[in-house]
């Protein structure tokens, strides 16, 4: 496939005032919609807020904000954040959000995942748009006090009005993401990349990692000794932080010669893992769909799967190795 030339958008290019007079309603006040509320109502906009009766119901209260029903939100809004979890999300927008929308309105999600795979399906008299941010709720709010902002996947899904990029941008520079800089793509394109990352680069990195573990304690080293080598010890992510600045490549500089010759000279050893032929099977799955059914029809039938993942998890053995090597090296809370 060839690659397509990305378009990022920053500060310069997004105009508030697209957004001049309009009341913008965050509905979900939970990990993005508190932070994204704060940052919008900071950048100068009028922001009510729709929850339910709940613990985030009284924090938006507490916050200042001027709080109703979901469906009371949506009725006084020109621009509404659709911020609740992706899951309850289409009963959430057909009982209380679409029979209240304005022809005309913004309509903004910050995942792609219902409208890309059909769950959701906007009336076509509205702008609906995308901003979703590669960063958790907290540090949507942090980076942007903090003056720097974080980076965003944006889209324009529909443009009923003709005003629908400028909108976006708009909304976008509000949130506090054009100071980072937002790419625009489709929202199915969002949907998949995070998809992506979640079933195949998790997995395959989370087996790499158990498999470590395994050789080395069936080779007789102590679990303790194991996870701090691989993990515990921070130095993992210190690397991780060294890629992020310099890069993939240029951080093996901060590794002494022998590991970089013994890294370099035996990477060859794990080439031949079938990795990508399964990740391309993974990646087929999210984009026609597949993956998107199986979810829906896992979730009608009410399975307590996640009960179960847990009480099997619960049972490894890593759970006591890990609490060991925290308690001995002062790790976490354990310290
Ligand atoms: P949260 O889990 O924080 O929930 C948001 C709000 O929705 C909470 O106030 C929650 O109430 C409320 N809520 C839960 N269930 C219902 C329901 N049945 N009806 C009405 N309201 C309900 O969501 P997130 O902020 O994590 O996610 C919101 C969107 O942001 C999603 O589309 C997600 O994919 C996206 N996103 C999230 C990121 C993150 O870091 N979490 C990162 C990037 C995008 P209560 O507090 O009572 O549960």
Known sequence: ???VTSKI???????????????????GYGNQGRAQAL?????GLSVIVGNIADASFAQAQADGFATFPIAGACA??????LLVPDEVMPKVYTEHVVPHLRAGAVLDFASGYNVAFGLIVPPANIDVILIAPRMIGLGVRDTVVAGKGFPSFIALHQDATGQGMARLLALAKAVGTTRAGCLLMSMHDEAALDLFTEQAF????GQVMMSAIETLIDAGYPPEAVLLELYLSGELIYSFQKILEVGMLKQMDYHSHTSQYGTVTRSA????????????????EIQDGTFAREWSDMQAQGAGMFERVRELRAQLPLNEWETRARRAFKIGDAG
Not at 9 to 26: E, I, K, N, P, R
Not at 76 to 81: F, M, R
Not at 269 to 284: G, Q
Request: charged fraction near 25%; charge should be negative; aromatic fraction near 8%.
């Open 1 to 3: 496939m060839p690659h």
């Open 9 to 27: 958008f920053y500060d310069q290019d997004a105009d508030l005032s697209a957004l001049a007079g309009m009341t913008v309603a965050v509905v």
């Open 39 to 43: 940052n919008i109502r900071d950048a």
């Open 76 to 81: 006084q809004a020109d621009v509404v954040l």
């Open 202 to 205: 998790g997995p395959a990195f």
């Open 269 to 284: 050893k794990f080439a031949d893992l079938d990795l990508k032929s399964r990740m391309r099977a993974v990646l087929r």
